[in-house]
C-alpha cells in the first residue's frame, strides 16, 4: 500500500487546513488509517484514526473537536480536517494504515505507531503568524 499525504502549508492561527492521505483502495477495503505528527525537537504523536468497522473514529486530545477525520470512499481517501490552528500544531503530519482484513482496529492500540503497517511520507504544517 502506497500512501500519499498532502496539503500541508503555512497558515496563520486560526485558520484552517485539510490534508488528505489516498492510495489505491484505501477506503474500499478494510484499512483504518491514522495520522501521526512530528513537531521539530519532539516524538512522534498520534493526532487521530478512523477505522474500516463501523467508521469509528478516534482522536488525541490536543485535537479533540478541531480536527476531524474522515474517509471518503469515491476518492479512496482519508481526509484530516484541521480547523482553529494553533502554533503548537506546527509538526510533520504522517498518514499511516493498519489493515484491518481480520478484525477492527482496537481502540486501545490506535495510538501506537507500531501497530501501522504502511506509512506516507510527511506533509509540513506550518501555523505562524
Known amino acids: 500500500v502506497q500512501l500519499q499525504a498532502s496539503g500541508g502549508g503555512l497558515v496563520q492561527p486560526g485558520d484552517s487546513l485539510t490534508l488528505s492521505c489516498a492510495s489505491s483502495?484505501?477506503?474500499?477495503?478494510?484499512?483504518?488509517v491514522g495520522w501521526f505528527r512530528q513537531a521539530p525537537g519532539k516524538e512522534r504523536e498520534w493526532v487521530a484514526c478512523?477505522?474500516?468497522?463501523?467508521?469509528?473514529?478516534y482522536y488525541a486530545e490536543s485535537v479533540k473537536g478541531r480536527f476531524t477525520i474522515s474517509r471518503e470512499r469515491t476518492k479512496d481517501a482519508v481526509f484530516l480536517q484541521m480547523n482553529n490552528l494553533k502554533p503548537e500544531d506546527t509538526a510533520v503530519y504522517y498518514c499511516a494504515a493498519k489493515d484491518e482484513t481480520w478484525g477492527a482496529f482496537k481502540a486501545s492500540d490506535v495510538m501506537s505507531a507500531g501497530q501501522y503497517d504502511y506509512w506516507g511520507q510527511g506533509t509540513l504544517v506550518t501555523v505562524s503568524s
Open positions: 483502495r484505501l477506503v474500499s477495503d478494510y484499512y483504518a
Open positions: 478512523a477505522s474500516s468497522w463501523e467508521d469509528s473514529t
